[in-house]
Nanobody, 126 residues
Framework: QVQLVESGGGLVQAGGFLRLSCSAS????????MGWFRQAPGKEREFVAA????????KYADSVKARFTISIDNAKNTVFLQIDSLNPEDTAIYYC???????????????????WGQGTQVTVSS
């Protein structure tokens, strides 16, 4: 069993910031990638950012690259997402996920991920 637990979401005003975290526990291979996805009401779940277990490689969606920063604490199997300059378009449920079968070219793809957290709500008011 692998469990992912997100935290750090909440209600913030536009222009503010949040840091989301996701901790993995259970049985999983040491060579993994962890990613963040988000889903707004009425829209498909979309890729936000991902990082390999070593922290060496990161991938961002073009739409968030300038404002979002992903990082990983490998010793704690915890991934973080720093979100700066929040705007209402960032409102969504944010999910973290873990992959044992990632490639650098497909870290953005939902099918690459094996385990998912329950999500944390981010709401940005104008």
């Amino acid at each position: 069993q692998v469990q992912l637990v997100e935290s750090g979401g909440g209600l913030v005003q536009a222009g503010g910031f949040l840091r989301l975290s996701c901790s993995a526990s259970g049985q999983f291979h040491s060579n993994y990638a962890m990613g963040w996805f988000r889903q707004a009401p009425g829209k498909e779940r979309e890729f936000v950012a991902a990082v390999t277990w070593s922290g060496t490689y990161t991938k961002y969606a073009d739409s968030v690259k300038a404002r979002f920063t992903i990082s990983i604490d490998n010793a704690k199997n915890t991934v973080f997402l720093q979100i700066d300059s929040l705007n209402p378009e960032d409102t969504a449920i944010y999910y973290c996920a873990l992959s044992h079968r990632y490639t650098l070219a497909t870290m953005w793809a939902l099918p690459a991920y094996d385990y998912w957290g329950q999500g944390t709500q981010v709401t940005v008011s104008s």
